[in-house]
């Protein structure tokens, strides 16, 4: 079994600043890469940022240059830093990882998903 839990979120100014993080758990041989995603009300679950195994970052156009992905790999967390924060940055965020292990005789890659956490921006 592999989990992801998530933790950082709440209620913060606009202007304020958040740390997200999420730790993969359980029966793992590789992360690989790891994304934040948010999802708004009544709004499509939409791509936050990637950071691949190597580092390699990708940010949606919304958030460059206020929010940053980075990654332990010893620990299998990634976090997200965001600064900034705007009311429209509302929204719940999911951490998304793709994860290697052993299901029965056969070492496969599989996506797994985080419960959420809440952000909102409001004063």
């Known amino acids: 079994q592999v989990q992801l839990v998530e933790s950082g979120g709440g209620l913060v100014q606009p202007g304020g600043s958040l740390r997200l993080s999420c730790a993969a758990s359980?029966?793992?041989?590789?992360?690989?890469?790891m994304d934040w995603y948010r999802q708004a009300p009544g709004k499509q679950r939409e791509l936050v940022a990637t950071?691949?195994?190597?580092?390699?970052?990708n940010y949606a156009d919304s958030v460059k240059s206020r929010f940053t992905v980075s990654r332990d790999n010893a620990k299998n967390t990634v976090y997200l830093q965001m600064n900034s924060l705007k009311p429209e940055d509302t929204a719940v965020y999911y951490c998304?990882?793709?994860?290697?292990?052993?299901?029965?005789?056969?070492?496969?890659?599989?996506?797994?998903w985080g419960q959420g956490t809440q952000v909102t921006v409001s004063s």
């Open positions: 998304h990882a793709e994860i290697e292990r052993i299901v029965g005789m056969t070492r496969v890659s599989l996506n797994h």
């Open positions: 950071i691949t195994s190597g580092g390699s970052t």
């Open positions: 359980g029966s793992i041989i590789r992360v690989n890469a």
